[in-house]
């Protein structure tokens, strides 16, 4: 029971770090929050149910964010595409944690397919979204691969992050995983 609860608040302060970057990137980066990463950062990371918890946090601290403090209207159109980052964040989550397997070790390899995974389902659903609301010449390949190199530097900043804090602060975030390439 102990190493049940442990485990718990070692999720839960990863979580809290995760949300954190969450709201950083709102900020500074607003329509450009890199849900893919945090998606696959937390499920490489995180417990199924932690890792949903924290990108449900992402994208509901994003949205007070964004219709709080960022002024973003509050039409039903705007509404709608704000529940499509949601389910397009829990896709990558999905093809994420579907990558990481049951496996106690993080490898390159994983991280990278990982990665890769949540953020082509991110695009997929996002893409599939605007064919109805509107929005598909949001996604000229510029605009992607823009996209797809913020995902990725972020990605590689939050694993850093957490490979730092699990070994600089084991008893609050976990021992450090096991690293491979492959």
């Known amino acids: 029971m102990a190493s049940r609860s442990s485990s718990s608040a070692r999720d839960l302060s990863w979580l809290v770090a995760i949300d954190g970057a969450a709201v ?15 998606a ?25 964010i ?14 709608l595409r704000g529940v499509a980052i949601a389910v397009s964040t829990l896709a990558g989550f999905g093809v994420a ?40 010449e949001n996604f000229t390949p510029a605009i992607v691969w823009m996209l797809a190199r913020n995902d990725a530097m972020w990605f590689a900043g939050l694993m850093a992050l957490y490979l730092a804090l699990t070994a600089g602060a084991p008893s609050v975030f976990g021992r450090r995983p096991q690293l491979r390439l492959a």
């Open 24 to 38: 950083l990137g709102s900020f500074a980066l607003a329509c450009m929050t890199p849900f893919a990463a945090l």
């Open 40 to 64: 696959a950062a937390s499920a490489l990371t995180l417990s199924r149910r932690a890792g949903i918890m924290a990108v449900l946090g992402a994208w509901l601290l994003n949205q007070i």
């Open 66 to 79: 964004g219709f709080g403090f960022l002024g973003y209207p509050t039409d039903p159109m705007t509404i």
């Open 97 to 136: 944690h579907a990558v990481r397997g049951s496996t106690g070790t993080l490898s390159l390899a994983r991280m990278v397919a990982a990665i890769a995974g949540a953020f082509v389902a991110y695009e997929v659903v996002t893409y599939l979204t605007a064919m109805v609301l509107g929005g598909t």
